[in-house]
């Protein structure tokens, strides 16, 4: 344990006075059953997310990511808490050659050691739902962005990479995401916490615009005028059978039950993930 709180060091003094931050494990049960005991409402999002360290490390993903929420899902039933809103990933979904929406209902597949995971975490917490009547709910995220984003992940990589000059050495340019802004999935995650009908559910939140990895490029280096050159890299590739070619959200679910519609458009997210990037960069020098 490294015993930083992160980004929380950046909350204003008035809000930090108000928290109780406790450092720990969620592979540590007695630390779970601390955490969660008197708690009103529960957001599970403690996981290793990163897919690239899951291929190096599929034992540790497995074990953190299942194992630990074994040990929430225990905690939960004996704390009994009013709602727990468990954070999965779009990742669990099978690819598709079509251009079609992916709803709830879409079969799911276990592309790589991270997608096992959460795959068999949404499991876990729906069996503690059946079996044990947890009043739990499930957000499946596609791929959430923004400030304070975690550095591994695509977006703040071509930023960074940019920030430096025009040539930009990515992977895979082909594979289509979407891409929905911090500030939407919070709204997400309360409406999950407030509305009671979507115990019990998975409910999918997702911009309704999908974008290729080389699209994505291209925006962000208009956005920052750049004349980008983009070379492929072979180390940068996955393994072929384990990458997610086509995704697209189905958020009907999300926007008849909770209102919820994404209201931070790509660019404008952008933008401002840009900004922050920019200048936690200069901040570093």
């Known amino acids: 344990m490294r015993g930083s709180v992160g980004h929380l060091s950046r909350t204003p003094a008035e809000c930090l006075d108000r928290l109780e931050i406790l450092h720990g494990n969620i592979c540590d049960v007695a630390f779970v059953h601390q955490v969660l005991r008197d708690m009103d409402t529960v957001f599970h999002l403690a996981a290793i997310t990163s897919v690239a360290y899951a291929y190096s490390n599929p034992e540790e993903t497995i074990l953190t990511n299942v194992s630990g929420t074994v040990n929430i899902c225990t905690a939960a039933r004996a704390a009994k808490p009013r709602r727990m809103v468990h954070v999965s990933s779009a990742g669990v979904?099978?690819?598709?050659?079509?251009?079609?929406?992916?709803?709830?209902?879409?079969?799911?597949?276990?592309?790589?050691?991270?997608?096992?995971?959460?795959?068999?975490?949404?499991?876990?917490?729906?069996?503690?739902?059946?079996?044990?009547?947890?009043?739990?709910?499930?957000?499946?995220?596609?791929?959430?962005?923004?400030?304070?984003?975690?550095?591994?992940?695509?977006?703040?990589?071509?930023?960074?990479?940019?920030?430096?000059?025009?040539?930009?050495?990515?992977?895979?340019?082909?594979?289509?995401?979407?891409?929905?802004?911090?500030?939407?999935?919070?709204?997400?995650?309360?409406?999950?916490?407030?509305?009671?009908?979507?115990?019990?559910?998975?409910?999918?939140?997702?911009?309704?615009?999908?974008?290729?990895?080389?699209?994505?490029?291209?925006?962000?280096?208009?956005?920052?005028?750049?004349?980008?050159?983009?070379i492929t890299e072979d180390n940068r590739l996955r393994p072929s059978k384990s990458e997610i070619q086509r995704v697209l959200a189905d958020s009907s679910k999300a926007k008849r039950i909770l209102g919820w519609e994404p209201t931070v458009d790509l660019e404008e997210g952008l933008r401002r993930t840009i900004e922050w990037v920019q200048t936690a960069s200069e901040k570093q020098r």
């Open 93 to 230: 979904y099978a690819s598709t050659d079509m251009d079609e929406p992916i709803s709830e209902t879409h079969p799911v597949r276990a592309y790589n050691p991270y997608t096992a995971s959460k795959l068999a975490a949404d499991n876990v917490v729906e069996s503690f739902h059946l079996s044990y009547d947890i009043p739990v709910a499930t957000c499946r995220i596609f791929n959430a962005y923004g400030p304070r984003i975690s550095r591994f992940l695509v977006i703040p990589t071509i930023i960074t990479q940019l920030l430096k000059g025009n040539e930009l050495r990515l992977g895979d340019l082909s594979p289509t995401r979407n891409f929905t802004y911090v500030d939407d999935i919070i709204t997400a995650f309360i409406r999950m916490a407030e509305e009671d009908s979507v115990v019990g559910e998975v409910v999918n939140f997702g911009s309704p615009r999908a974008v290729t990895i080389g699209q994505l490029a291209q925006i962000i280096a208009d956005l920052m005028g750049r004349d980008v050159e983009i």
